[in-house]
């Protein structure tokens, strides 16, 4: 469940709240509501800048309780860094540090005022936005595989209120709608492989489909595909004991006929590397390999909650990747839907397998205006833009501004990488129309380019999110990303 989001309008003095939320810039400058606050306690803010005790450092927090003079129970005081040079960025992570703080108090409610400070280029429907949207990032717990707990006597943060004007209100119902696509993407992604297989990834998609009545969804077992001549996707799956499937959930917010947006997102459910096999150290975090799945679903949802007036489909090629004695192997040559043969140099390079012939499907099926595929497809891109970027991929200069865009708006940031033609020499295969991987160098840009073989025609993208779809490490979780990125683009389609 999502945080309730609303809009406050009391002064900061009178809020009756467990909790206010107000900014401190560096060098002691107060927000116009910590003054508000610091006059009516009596200069205990001021007291505490002067101290030292409040530096107003960017993301540091401060906890007044119960503070005479005020309706609120206590104040949560976020350092707001430099005036100078504030920018969006810099209120996302004051955001979510403010949010992690809130979390940690004993309280189930709060009034935020930190969406009033100025943002350069941003309205107030935004700073909400973001405020909200990381608020919930923040307050989300990963439970589902943990012995059952009692139920803590402690309150739960379950909601927050943002001081804001009307003109704000569709920035929070936004969040809300795109905090749930956040979450659903999330849990599905921090689900352990064997619970999280190809069969409970259809299972989700048709439990959304079931549950919303413009949403439909169609799922393709291995039999159906082996008719149709998914060559290459089935390949990938043949050594598990998880049997691959193909599912496709359609939403008709637009107007009939309209070409609709089409998703593609990468589903390994687990990537062992098959016969090409993994070292292990590490392995766990292929549990994450189906984040492209993940984060295309969790932008359907947020769409479809937004009610966006679109047509929009969102196709996942869903696969496990094991050794076996069924596995295929390397020097096996497949032939893909498209008709393309394919040598295999390399069972760990799947990611582009199952694509290809999810992307030439979805073409053939939907005749998309535009098609977009996510996937946790290389370790080239992590090492090439590391954890903050998302590698962009597309010879559509128009399709890829749009993305830009829509990740700097929403700071799901996106980096594009060359996808020209001169890489493409680097798939030559002596034994096939192209080989699955490229040799040592610019391994991102030969994966996106295996990929381009197979939308044609297509006015494609590709996202590589192997960096950005989940934090690294022993407590790491599955960052939700790129559904805010996605979700903006289809916002800015859809006006
Ligand atoms: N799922 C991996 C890519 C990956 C690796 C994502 C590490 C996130 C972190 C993908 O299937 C893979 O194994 N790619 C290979 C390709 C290589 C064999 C050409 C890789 O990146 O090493
Ligand atoms: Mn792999
Ligand atoms: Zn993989």
Redesign the pocket.
């Known amino acids: 469940m999502t945080l309730q989001f609303s809009l406050a309008t009391a002064a900061p003095e009178t809020a009756d709240s467990a909790c206010v939320l107000v900014g401190v810039y560096e060098q002691g400058v107060l927000t116009s509501a910590a003054a508000r606050i610091d006059g009516a306690i009596g200069g205990a803010i001021k007291r505490q800048v002067e101290s030292g005790d409040i530096s107003g450092k960017a993301g540091s927090t401060t906890v007044l309780y119960a503070p005479a003079g005020i309706a609120a129970k206590r104040v949560l005081v976020v350092g707001l860094g430099t005036q100078k040079g504030f920018d969006a960025a810099r209120y996302q992570k004051v955001a979510i540090e403010a949010a992690r703080a809130l979390g940690k108090l004993p309280v189930a409610e709060a009034v935020s005022y930190l969406a009033e400070v100025d943002v350069p280029g941003r309205d107030a429907a935004w700073r909400v936005r973001t405020a909200a949207l990381a608020t919930d990032h923040a307050a989300y717990r990963y439970t589902a595989t943990f012995k059952p707990r009692e139920k803590s006597v402690q309150p739960e943060l379950a909601g927050v209120a943002f001081a804001a004007g009307t003109e704000a209100q569709a920035g929070l119902d936004q969040a809300t709608a795109i905090a749930e696509g956040v979450r659903f993407a999330r849990e599905l992604a921090n689900l352990p492989p064997n619970i999280c297989n190809p069969a409970h990834i259809a299972a989700q998609a048709q439990a959304f489909a079931d549950a919303h009545d413009q949403v439909s969804c169609r799922v393709l077992d291995h039999v159906e595909m082996e008719k149709l001549g998914f060559g290459s996707l089935l390949a990938v799956g043949r050594g598990s004991a998880n049997k691959p499937k193909l599912i496709a959930l359609e939403y008709k917010g637009g107007a009939e006929g309209v070409a609709p947006y089409a998703f593609v997102g990468k589903g ?1 459910t687990f ?1 062992t ?1 098959g016969i ?1 096999l ?1 070292p292990g150290p590490g392995m766990e ?2 549990k994450y ?1 189906m984040g492209g799945a993940a984060g295309v679903l969790g932008a359907f949802v947020a769409a479809v909650k937004m009610g966006v007036k679109l047509n929009l489909v969102c196709v996942v090629p869903a696969a496990e990747n094991m050794p076996d004695g069924d596995s295929y192997r390397p020097g096996d040559v497949l032939t893909s839907l498209s008709g393309l043969t394919i040598e295999v140099l ?1 069972t ?4 582009r397998l199952i694509l290809c012939d999810a992307l030439t499907w979805t073409a053939q099926t939907f005749k998309p205006q535009a098609l977009v595929d996510a996937a ?5 891109c ?1 090492i090439a833009l590391g954890k903050h970027a998302s590698g962009l991929f597309s010879k559509h200069d128009d399709l890829a501004a749009e993305l830009l865009a829509a990740g700097e708006h929403s700071l799901d940031r996106a980096w594009r990488m060359p996808l020209w033609d001169d890489y493409q020499a680097q798939l030559d295969s002596g034994f096939a129309d192209v080989a699955n ?1 490229g040799g040592k160098s610019a ?1 991102a840009i030969t ?1 996106a380019c295996f990929l381009s073989r197979f939308a044609e025609g297509q006015r494609w993208a590709h996202l590589d999110i ?2 950005t779809a989940w934090d690294e490490g022993r407590k790491g979780l599955a960052t939700g990303r790129p559904v805010a990125l996605l979700a903006q683009w289809l916002l800015d389609r859809d006006s």
């Open positions: 390994i990537d590397g090409s993994k975090e292929m390999d390399n760990d390079a799947e990611g946790t497809l290389t370790g080239a992590v991987i391994g994966a192997a960096g």
